[in-house]
């Protein structure tokens, strides 16, 4: 079990520019979260797919953010016209969402935009 | 509204020590899950614990217990034999199961407690 993966671990874009972000859940976990941290704002939660049907995306910017997740094996996290303010550690999670459960994070995206 | 409060922003501790970080959270449903994380520099946020609301069982993983006070709405996490590589911040979380079964769409993190462990 290689547990939650996502890439790439770190990336820099210029601003304007846009950003696509991967997350590979754990096989078998039907629950996929998308969170970002920065020192500002702490954590903070954007998305949350179940059986790759969007269930709640209130946390997500209305412009410029998007996530997808087109199969069970992947979920994207796409920014487009990237703005210094989108710099963060954008955390990707996966569980399944039965009783008895935990929730495991990646080891995240580090986005600088210059 | 679902709330979770950890009081203390920071916490230190000699190596070898024992330490206790506090969380009190608020809900309206019966059946969440309590989870801890360590967020490392790297940003990475390691799993460490969970406690279900339904379960009485002392919950312990490792040199990592909490108690559950589910009548004050309170989880302490407890480590034990402080090693300098628990330093770290460490963040409490709510999940709630709603009322149909199904669970919530996040987890609801507290603001976190940084911990030094001093060599």
């Known amino acids: 079990n290689a547990g939650v993966i996502q890439t790439p671990r770190h990336k820099v874009t210029g601003k304007g520019q846009e950003a696509t972000l991967w997350c590979e859940p754990i096989?078998?976990?039907?629950?996929v979260f998308w969170y970002r941290q920065t020192i500002v704002q702490g954590l903070e939660f954007l998305t949350y797919f179940r059986n790759q049907a969007p269930i709640d995306d209130s946390g997500m910017p209305k412009e410029r953010f998007s996530a997808q997740m087109p199969n069970q094996s992947h979920s994207t996290l796409k920014i487009q016209s990237t703005q210094p303010q989108d710099s963060a550690v954008y955390l990707c999670?996966?569980?399944?969402?039965?009783?008895?459960?935990?929730?495991?994070f990646g080891k995240g995206t580090r986005l600088t935009v210059v | 509204a679902e709330k979770v409060i950890q009081v203390w922003s920071t916490a230190s501790r000699q190596e070898g020590e024992e330490l206790t970080l506090d969380c009190s959270y608020e809900?309206?449903?019966?059946?969440?899950?309590l989870f801890w994380y360590k967020h490392l520099l790297s940003g990475e946020m390691v799993f460490l614990i969970r406690q279900t609301s339904s379960s009485t069982a002392k919950e312990r993983s490792g040199r990592y217990s909490v108690v559950f006070q589910k009548s004050l709405k309170s989880i302490s996490l407890i480590i034990s034999a402080l090693q300098p590589d628990d330093s770290g911040k460490y963040f409490c979380?709510?999940?709630?199961?709603?009322?149909?079964?199904?669970?919530?769409?996040?987890?609801?993190f507290g603001e976190g407690t940084q911990v030094t462990v001093i060599s």
């Open positions: 096989s078998g976990h039907s629950a």
């Open positions: 979380a709510l999940w709630e199961l709603m009322n149909t079964g199904g669970l919530s769409g996040k987890l609801t």
């Open positions: 809900t309206s449903q019966v059946l969440y899950h």
């Open positions: 999670a996966s569980s399944t969402p039965t009783a008895n459960t935990e929730v495991f």
